[in-house]
């Protein structure tokens, strides 16, 4: 308290002692009438001397603290109450500033204080302030103060102080309380508040004020209230405050507050309702701010809901199980749906779940989890449950131990994972891996025994693999890892070209195939390799290297040699038959040429004879010389025939007309009919298509066939001598054809005879060499066709040649 604001309190104790000095005073004022009164001024005297001592006691033993002081502080007189108050007995503070009982911090007020007295004689001042005692603790007093003058004129001060310790404690205990109380509301955003049900007036404690915040300085009011519920919350509490102030009954809600600046604030409250002594009706209560609370069960709740649906996304179920209690301490609702349980069904006991489990299973979960608890280490193990519909479930399980502070374990976490799925697809994929696995070996046999390799070169076209070949002898050089492919074969620099070309088609990264080129074997010898490849490339498009397979051809190479060395072989045969055939139509061929050359000079002759006459025939004549040109002619014709079919020359493909050819043939052996008495019966059919073939060769085939037809009718006596050519066109096997058939009378062909006629040096002929009807197939072959031979149903044989018929240009 100031010295300003000293108030007028405890005059009883001054009154004491202002008694004591007023006594003084009398008996002061009695002595100077002394000498006037006499007896009766001792009598006053010991009157007084009497009241003195009583207030002497009364000051001495009234249980009120007395100071008496100078002005400058100096203890004057100070009651033994007051003295024994603070530690000391009277003698020790007499005489003593007064200042040694106060703290130093305060003794700048005691000073004010006892000036303002000084100032104000006769008037009391009252103030509170700490004093020390002896023993040093601390008392709280609560001092009345006047100053007043003695006798002889000078001011002392008197000072009576109340012990307030108890009040003070009290009120500091106090305000201690409200500072904890207001510290609690911040920390715990717990506000107090008192509604009056008669007025509606509402008392905020500051805590309350910050959670609305609402000024302080402004008396809160409802309508305050309203304004900061949330719009949809304003409803449901003016709901609960009516039927609050209706029943007088407690409330207990939760709402939202919509702060000026938009954000939300969940707010719990809670309210008694207090009837006071008076009959007055208060609501007395707590608003707690749980906006983190919220937004905390909200996160927890969707985190919860995320978990909760992560889980049955991923079949991973969550437990804790309790080691001591052997029961579980948690399990999630996944936890139900694998083993087939309802999530609501909580009170399931642990058995329920155990004994879904497969027993064996069971009896290794046990195991692994004893072990985990002794070793205090975390376990994985795999089982499989069976559920109400029959389905096996493959779980996979991961434990955690939870060592207490005892050091031992007191509970295991883990995950649950339904891995049937993924077990299923390791099985199939371990399936398709042995699959694979056979596959890939069946191939390699099938590489190893075949004799192709297979190889593999890289970006610089280098051999990088080859397939192992079980042939150790085969035609796989050794050492070609690593070689390019112009470094393996020895050709080359032989044909640089073909490798010039080979390379552009690699460095171009084109596929290739039928490369064929000359290598050599394992032991070093020559070698035919046909190779193709395929270039690889990966999924961004860059080139890998090749990959392909060579196969050694070495066989079908000097096989198409041995082929053409044949076929240059039947050609020199075939025409040293033709020559030799030429021999033999010799006479039929003389005979051709003199009747050209006979009718030319008799025809000559003829012209002579009309150019004689007198006067000449000149159309005569002029007859003659034509006839003589066209039996010129029709001899020069023979010749070119002749030359042509003894001509040695490769084999030229041209459109033929089969009747023409019989006509040419036939006329070419008429002799060789006619020295026979063999007949010719051409049944050749009209507008027959042309083939596609050699001329010469073909006539060569018929002229054989005739000859031969001759031949075999030589020995008929009973039977004509007659020889059948027919054409005609066919249909074989959805294809038109050309069928030429030559038929004669003669011996016929055996059994035997049919199925070797055309094999080479086979004859039924003493001088014959076996050769003409084997090159006459191959000519036929040669073109695509086909030659039989049948035996007649009576005698002798037919041959048969089938040949395609040839495009025609329509271009």
Known sequence: ?????????????????????????????????????????????????????????????????YFMVDPAGTVLNVNTFGAAQLGYTAAELTGQSVLNV??????DFVRRCVGLCLETVDQSHTWEIRKIRKDGSVLWVRENAKAMRRGDGTPIVLVACENITQRKEAEDALRQSEAYLAQ?????????????????EAVWSRETFRIFQGDPQVKPTLDFVFQRIHPEDRNAVSKTLDRAFRDVGDFDHEYRLLMPDGSIKYLHSVALAVRHGSGHIEFVGAVTDVTTAKETEQRLRR????????????????????????????????????????????????QAFQQRILAEDFKRIVDVERQAIRQKQPFEVDFRIVRPDGSVRHVHTEGHPVVGGDGDVTEIIGTHVDVTEQFAARQALQKAFDELKLSEQRFRDYAETASDWFWESGPDHRITRISEHADTAGPVPTGVIGLARWDIP???????????RHRATLDAHLPFRDLVYRSKDRNGSPIYVRTSGKPLHDANGNFLGYRGVSSDVTA?????????????????????????????????????????????????????????REPADLNAARRSVEWIVEDANRASEVIRRIRAL?????????????????RETVALVRRELANHAVSVRMELASALPRVCGDRIQLQ??????????????????????????????????????????????????????????????????????????????SIIEAHAGRLSALPNDGSGATFQIALPLAIEDTS
């Open 102 to 107: 106060f703290f130093e911090e305060d003794r």
């Open 303 to 350: 985190s919860e809901a995320y978990l909760t649906e992560a889980q049955r996304l991923s079949h991973t179920s969550s437990w804790a199980w309790d080691v001591r209690r052997q029961e579980f301490a948690y399990r999630s609702a996944e936890l139900y749906r694998l083993f087939g349980f309802n999530p609501d069904q909580i009170d399931l006991s642990a």
């Open 556 to 612: 079908a190479i000097r096989a198409e040699q041995a082929e053409e060395a044949l076929r240059k072989a039947q050609a020199e045969l075939a025409h040293v038959t033709r020559v030799t055939m030429l021999g033999e139509l010799t006479a039929s061929i003389a005979h051709e040429i003199n009747q050209p050359l006979a009718a030319v000079i008799s025809n000559a002759d003829a012209c002579i004879g009309w150019l004689d």
């Open 490 to 500: 020895p050709d080359a620099e032989l044909e640089p070209e073909k490798w010039e």
């Open 184 to 200: 609690a509301q911040e920390l715990s955003r717990t506000g107090s508040f008192g509604l009056s049900l008669a007025t509606r």
């Open 700 to 777: 060569q085939v018929l002229i054989n066939l005739v000859i031969n037809g001759i031949e075999a009718m030589h020995a008929n006596v009973e039977r004509p001598r007659e020889l059948a050519i027919r054409s005609s066109q066919v249909s074989e096997h959805g294809e038109s054809r050309m069928l030429l058939t030559v038929t004669d009378r003669g011996v016929g062909l055996g059994n035997s005879a049919t199925e070797r006629i055309f094999t080479p040096f086979f004859t039924t002929k003493p001088s014959g060499l076996g050769m003409g009807l084997s090159i006459c197939r």
């Open 1 to 65: 308290m100031m010295p300003g604001q000293i108030a007028k309190l405890g005059n009883s104790a001054a009154q004491f002692l202002l008694g004591g000095l007023a006594a003084l005073r009398s008996l002061g004022n009695a002595a100077k009438d002394e000498s006037a009164t006499g007896e009766g001024w001792r009598q006053d005297n010991a009157d007084l001397r009497d009241a003195v001592k009583q207030w002497r006691q009364v000051f001495e033993h009234n249980p009120v603290m």
């Open 646 to 662: 003894a001509k040695k020359t490769e084999i030229e493909m041209a459109p033929v007309d089969m009747n023409q050819l019989v």
